[in-house]
């Protein structure tokens, strides 16, 4: 992959600048039609690109092929969106008579288009996270145009499909610019797109060391831009005793094969899991670390990211206090699939080494072993931020269950009570964000059709004219 040069970068943005007042007054017939040709062209092209993003991510087809079909549902989703009104929507309050706090004029409150997105591609989702997903189809749904910074990890298959999003563009007649893209393995054209001064906002889904960097940059230009980053999750699973109780078995293998999906290179994978001391818990243990063992993974995304697994293993290894249950990293070669990991340690040396607190981005879990729900919260909070928490047995209420589900709650964006953590929901009610580190903007969502309200500033218009209304 070659970088784009000063001149590229500027001619993408400055070409979705050009289109960006146009497109934020479109109808949401032109919008929805965009978002469904797009959706179309997608299927017509299913088997050449799954092809592509086989070859490039060593993903297997099974898991591509469902990717593809959450691209082209959220696509499709957003289309419904915006023909149902989301983005147009419009708060009146009347004129009432007299003088404040009693007395107003008329308000009117509309949602205006932030302007070009610069949208940076994730390496593990190289559909949904990538040219044509749920950042580009939020944008644009909100009326925003797009500048794609593609991802070094699957370039051909970026470059395949943005060709295939200009082929939709000049078939409905719309401007090029609407969806620019621009490439580089290196930082300095990442920089140089969050800097353009024609970029309004930015959406990240990678490394935290990336998306701090680039966070750092939206915030020190001389008028800074939101930055919307997902910068990384270590999900804790609680599992109180009642949900193990004759369940150990079950509840490992279930756990086993979300930490297994895609070799742990979900942003949503477990990477800890917090059980009560007792018969059940080691039960438990013993029946994670035979299922994962038995589990035969697929190299990971990149070299690097292979590097960097067995970096954290090494790490989490060599915390004191810490005993390994499954032995993860080896010599092996950086194309060789990761060996899952699973290490064991106490509730404080946990929250006393943050080491432990950060992510390890594959197949890997710390089991925090507690005494009691204090243990519980006090590790939550040492987590600080999380895009997901499941607690696994609060089906009754009590004191206890009480305490922790607010705990999780102030940590995460999303609390589940049953299930695994991997696998999101594109829906309304979805929230895919939380407290730092998982993203830098926990109001916000990064999936479901809430995502278009990042790109959308609420403005106040006092006794608006009749022709601006």
């Known amino acids: 992959m070659l970088d784009s040069t000063p001149a590229q970068i500027n001619g993408a943005v400055t070409a979705a600048s050009r289109t960006a007042d146009a497109w934020a007054q479109s109808s949401a017939a032109q919008r929805a039609a965009l978002l469904r040709g797009l ?110 910074k593609a991802h070094p990890g699957h370039p051909r298959l970026s470059r395949a499909v943005h060709e295939l999003a200009q082929g939709v563009l000049a078939q409905q007649e719309l401007p090029a610019g609407l969806i620019g893209m621009v490439e580089g393995a290196g930082i300095d054209v990442g920089v140089s797109l969050v800097q353009h001064p024609s970029i309004a906002a930015v959406a990240f889904t990678g490394s935290f060391k990336g998306g701090y960097a680039l966070w750092q940059q939206a915030n020190a230009r001389p008028r800074p831009i939101p930055f919307f980053g997902e910068l990384g999750s270590i999900n804790p699973v609680v599992i109180l005793p009642s949900a193990l ?56 995304l990149t070299a690097g990211m292979k590097r960097n697994f067995d970096a954290g293993v090494a790490r989490v290894v060599g915390t004191p206090g810490v005993e390994v249950v499954l032995a993860g990293a080896d010599a092996g070669s950086d194309m060789d699939a990761p060996k899952p990991l699973v290490a064991r340690t106490s509730a404080a040396n946990f929250i006393a080494r943050h080491t432990l607190q950060e992510e390890v981005f594959g197949p890997a879990c710390v089991l925090v072993r507690v005494a009691s729900a204090d ?43 049953s299930g695994v953590p991997t696998g999101v929901a594109v829906a309304s009610a979805q929230v895919h964000g939380g407290p730092w580190p998982a993203s830098t903007q926990p109001a916000s969502t990064s999936v479901g059709y809430a995502a278009m309200e990042r790109f959308l500033r609420p403005v106040a218009l006092q006794d608006a004219p009749a022709w601006l209304m």
């Open 39 to 148: 959706a179309d062209a997608l299927q017509g092209q299913r088997e050449t690109l799954v092809r592509i993003a086989s070859e490039e991510t060593s993903l297997p087809l099974p898991r591509l092929n469902g990717e593809m079909d959450r691209t082209v549902f959220q696509l499709q989703g957003f289309a419904e969106q915006v023909t149902a009104g989301r983005p147009f929507a419009v708060t009146e309050d009347a004129a009432e008579a007299g003088a404040p706090p009693q007395g107003r004029p008329r308000l009117t409150r509309v949602q205006v288009p932030l302007g070009p997105v610069a949208m940076f591609s994730a390496s593990n989702f190289p559909f949904a996270f990538s040219v044509l997903g749920g950042d580009t189809a939020s944008a644009l749904a909100a009326g925003c145009p797009v500048v794609v």
């Open 375 to 417: 243990d519980v919260v006090a590790v939550l909070n040492a987590v600080g931020g999380s895009l997901t928490v499941t607690l696994l047995g609060a089906e009754q209420a009590s004191d206890d269950a009480r305490r922790i589900a607010r705990a999780a709650q102030g940590i995460a964006g999303r609390v589940l009570f």
């Open 245 to 300: 109780a004759g369940q150990a078995a079950e509840k490992a293998a279930a756990l086993a094969d979300s930490m297994a999906f895609s070799s742990g290179q979900v942003c949503t994978s477990p990477g800890v899991i917090v059980l009560f001391d007792g018969a059940d818990a080691d039960a438990f243990e013993t029946a994670l670390r035979d299922a994962l063992a038995a589990k035969t993974l697929h190299p990971m």
